[in-house]
């Protein structure tokens, strides 16, 4: 048993995750089938119950005003190789949800003939001789891979946690024994860049289920829009002009709820942006500005309507977890017609059912304005497909289904190493 427990790699799940790949393992291992796993979290709030054997690793955390700081990660990151390298895990399978990159790639195809640690009770040699190791496999995979180094005995595998970029690095990822991409787009994106097929596989993520609007009392009490995606320029444009037209007849009487996530490198000046150019709106309760939402779910059960903005999905899981949560309680999606984001809408057409709109990205806010319009004028039209964006969650992005496939996934490989 303990060759074929899987290592899910990632950040520990400790404290609130909001997005990458501890937010989708924190979907992710409570619907996977009752065969033990192993993955680094905080084993006093373990994800499953304990009779199923899971092994959760602890990665300690600096105390005081260091433990938020670049020693902290530092050390995080040589636990987390010390880990991954130690005797007793190097005939593990691996199944990596790092956010990829050149540096992630070489690492993963360095643990395929990773050299172990020295065993020792000292945190801070084990942390220490793990950052050093994986620095190191880095380091030779740059150059080439050392000679006579030994293949590992176990399937290693990566989920893309987001594919921004992937064009310059895709190449590295040919010695995984298999790669997850979360669309078909980004599957097809990886099959350009020469990535033979056979190892690229597509899984949706998925979410738990929820329920939709119940009725037209309960739409009544929300009559409000999200926007819990990305501020990049354009979704600052989009935003802002929306917002300028909640006095318009059709959206008389709902407001704009905006909860982004902070992030320096898409959001820079956006957020100022917002909160200059809607202050009279901020002010008058039409508009809401929000940070970072400890409860996104609870925020949305306000809501009946939620927009996807952003020119592009850029540091996230293809079809954001914060999109599916949406729809999962049943908020109507009116979205710019881009990929992958449109993957949803294609999915939901092959069952027949509809989700809300979207909307040519050149037709500007006043075409968002008007698909939303044409679900608000018609209430029994937006309860339908309330109900019908729950029941896409629950049938084809739901955490069943993801773990579904990872574990067909994880079986066939292990299948394949031991024919």
């Given at each position: 048993?303990g060759?074929a427990?899987?290592?899910?790699?990632?950040?520990?799940?400790?404290?609130q995750?909001l997005?990458?790949?501890?937010?989708?393992?924190r979907e992710?291992?409570?619907?996977?089938p009752?065969?033990?796993?192993?993955?680094?979290?905080d084993?006093?709030h373990?994800?499953?119950?304990p009779?199923?054997g899971?092994e959760?690793i602890h990665?300690?955390?600096?105390?005081g005003?260091?433990g938020?700081?670049?020693?902290?990660?530092?050390?995080e990151?040589?636990?987390?190789?010390?880990?991954l390298?130690?005797a007793?895990?190097?005939?593990?399978p691996?199944?990596?949800?790092?956010?990829?990159?050149?540096?992630?790639?070489r690492?993963?195809?360095?643990?395929?003939t990773?050299?172990?640690?020295p065993t020792?009770t000292?945190l801070?040699?084990?942390?220490s001789?793990g950052?050093?190791?994986?620095l190191e496999?880095?380091?030779?995979?740059?150059r080439?891979r050392?000679?006579?180094?030994?293949?590992?005995?176990?399937?290693?595998v990566?989920?893309?946690?987001?594919?921004?970029?992937?064009?310059?690095?895709a190449?590295l990822?040919?010695p995984?024994?298999?790669?997850?991409a979360?669309?078909?787009?980004?599957r097809s994106r990886?099959?350009a860049?020469?990535?033979?097929?056979?190892?690229?596989h597509?899984i949706?993520?998925?979410v738990r289920?929820?329920?939709a609007i119940a009725?037209e009392?309960?739409l009544?009490?929300?009559?409000?829009?999200?926007?819990?995606?990305?501020?990049?320029?354009?979704?600052?444009d989009?935003?802002?002009?929306?917002?300028?037209?909640?006095?318009?007849?059709a959206l008389?009487?709902?407001s704009?709820?905006?909860?982004?996530?902070?992030?320096?490198?898409?959001?820079?000046?956006?957020?100022?942006?917002?909160?200059?150019?809607l202050?009279?709106?901020?002010?008058?309760?039409r508009?809401?500005?929000?940070?970072?939402?400890p409860d996104?779910?609870?925020?949305a059960q306000?809501?009946?309507?939620?927009l996807?903005l952003?020119?592009?999905?850029?540091?996230?899981?293809?079809?954001?977890?914060a999109l599916?949560?949406?729809?999962?309680?049943?908020?109507?999606?009116?979205?710019l017609d881009?990929a992958?984001?449109?993957?949803?809408?294609?999915v939901?057409?092959?069952?027949?059912?509809?989700?809300?709109?979207?909307?040519?990205?050149?037709?500007?806010?006043?075409a968002?304005?008007s698909?939303m319009a044409?679900l608000?004028?018609?209430?029994?039209?937006?309860l339908?497909?309330?109900?019908?964006a729950?029941?896409?969650?629950?049938?084809?992005?739901?955490?069943?289904?993801m773990?579904a496939?990872?574990?067909?996934?994880?079986?066939?490989?292990?299948?394949?190493?031991?024919?």
């Amino acid at each position: 048993m303990g060759d074929a427990r899987w290592l899910l790699v990632s950040r520990p799940l400790d404290g609130q995750v909001l997005d990458g790949g501890p937010a989708l393992l924190r979907e992710l291992i409570p619907a996977l089938p009752d065969e033990p796993v192993a993955y680094f979290g905080d084993a006093r709030h373990p994800l499953r119950r304990p009779s199923i054997g899971d092994e959760v690793i602890h990665v300690p955390r600096l105390p005081g005003r260091v433990g938020g700081s670049a020693a902290s990660e530092l050390v995080e990151r040589g636990a987390m190789a010390a880990a991954l390298l130690a005797a007793e895990r190097r005939r593990a399978p691996l199944h990596l949800f790092l956010e990829p990159g050149p540096i992630t790639e070489r690492i993963a195809a360095g643990l395929m003939t990773a050299p172990t640690t020295p065993t020792t009770t000292s945190l801070a040699t084990r942390a220490s001789a793990g950052a050093r190791s994986v620095l190191e496999l880095a380091s030779s995979l740059v150059r080439v891979r050392p000679r006579g180094a030994t293949r590992r005995p176990a399937p290693v595998v990566q989920t893309l946690t987001c594919a921004t970029g992937l064009e310059t690095w895709a190449r590295l990822l040919e010695p995984l024994d298999a790669v997850v991409a979360l669309s078909d787009d980004t599957r097809s994106r990886l099959l350009a860049a020469g990535l033979p097929a056979r190892s690229v596989h597509r899984i949706h993520p998925g979410v738990r289920a929820g329920r939709a609007i119940a009725d037209e009392h309960e739409l009544a009490h929300r009559r409000a829009i999200l926007y819990a995606g990305e501020l990049d320029v354009g979704a600052t444009d989009r935003l802002i002009e929306i917002a300028r037209m909640l006095s318009e007849p059709a959206l008389r009487g709902w407001s704009l709820i905006i909860a982004c996530r902070p992030d320096d490198l898409v959001d820079r000046h956006q957020r100022v942006r917002l909160g200059r150019e809607l202050a009279g709106a901020i002010g008058s309760g039409r508009v809401e500005l929000h940070g970072e939402v400890p409860d996104l779910r609870a925020l949305a059960q306000r809501c009946a309507i939620q927009l996807w903005l952003a020119d592009k999905v850029h540091r996230r899981v293809d079809i954001p977890l914060a999109l599916l949560d949406a729809l999962a309680g049943g908020l109507v999606l009116v979205t710019l017609d881009r990929a992958p984001i449109r993957e949803v809408f294609e999915v939901a057409e092959r069952h027949g059912r509809q989700i809300g709109a979207r909307v040519d990205p050149t037709l500007g806010p006043a075409a968002l304005v008007s698909a939303m319009a044409g679900l608000i004028e018609r209430p029994e039209r937006l309860l339908h497909a309330s109900h019908d964006a729950a029941a896409l969650v629950r049938d084809s992005f739901s955490s069943a289904r993801m773990a579904a496939d990872v574990a067909a996934l994880h079986r066939e490989l292990l299948s394949r190493f031991r024919g």
